[in-house]
C-alpha cells in the first residue's frame, strides 16, 4: 500500500456506467494509473476529481475503501477489491468510502454492510465522504482485482484464503449447487424464459437449488464453498464467488447472453475447472433513446437441446424430468410478463424503435405467435 500526506478526498459528482468521478485526488493524475479506476489493464477514470478550494481537514489516520455502488456485481469485482487489502495492512484505521451522487448513508444496500463484515471490517471504522476533506495520512492500494482480461494475483488470493478461516467459514456440503436467476422474472429483469421450471426440474433430481438474492451473504458463500459443482445462471450472483479463494471445484456458467465470459479472469485462478455453456438461441431486448439494446433486460430462450445434454454431460440427467410443453408454457408466460413491463409505456425507451426490434427479436425466435401480443 501507499501513503499519501495532506491528499484531498472528495465526494462523487458524476457516475458514468459505474465508474465514478471523486474519491482521492492522487496528487499525479497521470502516474496514478495503477491507483486508479482499472478495466482490463487500462485506467477508465478519464479525469481527475475537481479540486475544491476549501477541504475540511480530517486528521485520523486513514485507509482508502472505495465507492460504494449499488450494484452487487460491480462493487465486489470492481469497487470493493481495496478493501480486504486495507484491513490486512491497517485493520486499526478508520476506512474512507465516498457514495453515489444524491445517495445517503441510509440508503446504501445490506450487501454493503455484510461483504465489510465478511472482510473484518467494522461498522464502526467506516467513515463516508460528504464534502472535501484534506487527509492527513491516507493508505491506498490498487484494485486487487478488475473487471476483465487481467488475472487474480495469487498474492490476493492467499489474503481471501487466509480471510475465508479467519472468518470461521463453515461450508455447506453439495455434491451439486445451482444459483438461480429465476427471481428476476418477476421484475422482468435479464433472465432465461421460463427459468423457474429448470429450478423445479433440478430439485426433482436432488440438485440443491439457491436464491441467492434471498439469504444472508454469509449463507450464499457456505454454499459456494460447500459446492463440488457449482452452477450458475449468468449473472452477478457470479461475482459472490470472488469474496472466496481457492477451491478444488468446477464451476459451470449458463450464458444468458450468447458469447459473454462474465468473470473469466476472476474465477480461473480460484477453480480447477471453468466451463462456460452458451444454453440460449438468443435474446429479445427493448432499446434505449440512443439505439443501443438494453442487453441487462433482455429476454433469454433456451436452447433446450444444449441445456439439456450440458447437464447431462454433468452427471445429472435432466431429460429424465424435462416436459418440453411444460417447459414451453412456462416460458410463453415469462415472456409475456416482459413484454408488458419492459414495453409498460413508462419505460426510458424508444418505445417505437422498441417494438420494431421485439417483433424482429420474436420473429428471429420463432415465437410469431407472441407477436401480435405486443403493443
Keep these: ?21 471523486g474519491g482521492p485526488v492522487w496528487p499525479d493524475w497521470r502516474a496514478a494509473g495503477p491507483l486508479r479506476h482499472n478495466r482490463s489493464g487500462q485506467p477508465v477514470d478519464r479525469f481527475p476529481p475537481a479540486l475544491p478550494g476549501q477541504q475540511a481537514d480530517f486528521d485520523a489516520p486513514a485507509t482508502w475503501g472505495g465507492h460504494c455502488v449499488d450494484h452487487f456485481g460491480h462493487f465486489v469485482a470492481e469497487h470493493g477489491t481495496r478493501i480486504l487489502q486495507a484491513r490486512s495492512s491497517h485493520g486499526d484505521k478508520v476506512m474512507l468510502f465516498t457514495l453515489e451522487r444524491g445517495k445517503t448513508a441510509a440508503q446504501l444496500p445490506r450487501f454493503f454492510w455484510q461483504t465489510l463484515s465478511w472482510y473484518g471490517v467494522a461498522g464502526e471504522q467506516v467513515r463516508f465522504v460528504h464534502q472535501p476533506l484534506r487527509v492527513a495520512e491516507l493508505w491506498a492500494a490498487p484494485m486487487a482485482e478488475q473487471w476483465a482480461h487481467v488475472p487474480t494475483s495469487q498474492g490476493y488470493l492467499d489474503l481471501l484464503d487466509a480471510n475465508t478461516e479467519a472468518r470461521g467459514l463453515t461450508p455447506k456440503p453439495n455434491s451439486v449447487v445451482y444459483v438461480s436467476r429465476a427471481a428476476m422474472e418477476a421484475t422482468a429483469e435479464g433472465h432465461g424464459a421460463g427459468e423457474p421450471y429448470l429450478n423445479q426440474a433440478l430439485e426433482q433430481l436432488g440438485v440443491t437449488v439457491i436464491r441467492p438474492e434471498a439469504m444472508p451473504l454469509a449463507e450464499q458463500l457456505a454454499y459456494y464453498q460447500g459446492a463440488d459443482l457449482l452452477i450458475f445462471a449468468e449473472g452477478s450472483a457470479m461475482h459472490g464467488r470472488q469474496l472466496l479463494g481457492r477451491r478444488d471445484q468446477t464451476v459451470v456458467v449458463l450464458n444468458r447472453r450468447p458469447g459473454m465470459r462474465i468473470g473469466l479472469s476472476a474465477l480461473q485462478p480460484r477453480v480447477s475447472k471453468l466451463i ?12 434505449w433513446p440512443s439505439g443501443k439494446p438494453w442487453i441487462v433486460r433482455a429476454i433469454s430462450l433456451y436452447d433446450t437441446e444444449t441445456l439439456i445434454g450440458a447437464f447431462e454431460a454433468l452427471g445429472i440427467p435432466l431429460s429424465r424430468v424435462w416436459d418440453e410443453r411444460a417447459y414451453l408454457e412456462a416460458r410463453d408466460r415469462a415472456i409475456r410478463n416482459w413484454i408488458r413491463i419492459r414495453l409498460d409505456p413508462r419505460q426510458p425507451i424508444d418505445h417505437a424503435a422498441s417494438a420494431r426490434q421485439v417483433r424482429t427479436d420474436f420473429g428471429n425466435l420463432g415465437l410469431d405467435h407472441l407477436i401480435d401480443e405486443l403493443p
Excluded: K, Q
Design 1 to 21: 500500500m501507499t501513503r499519501f500526506a495532506d491528499i484531498p478526498v472528495v465526494p462523487v459528482t458524476e457516475n458514468n456506467g459505474m465508474v465514478l468521478r
Design 276 to 287: 462456460y455453456v452458451e444454453a440460449t438461441r438468443g435474446t429479445a431486448s427493448v432499446l
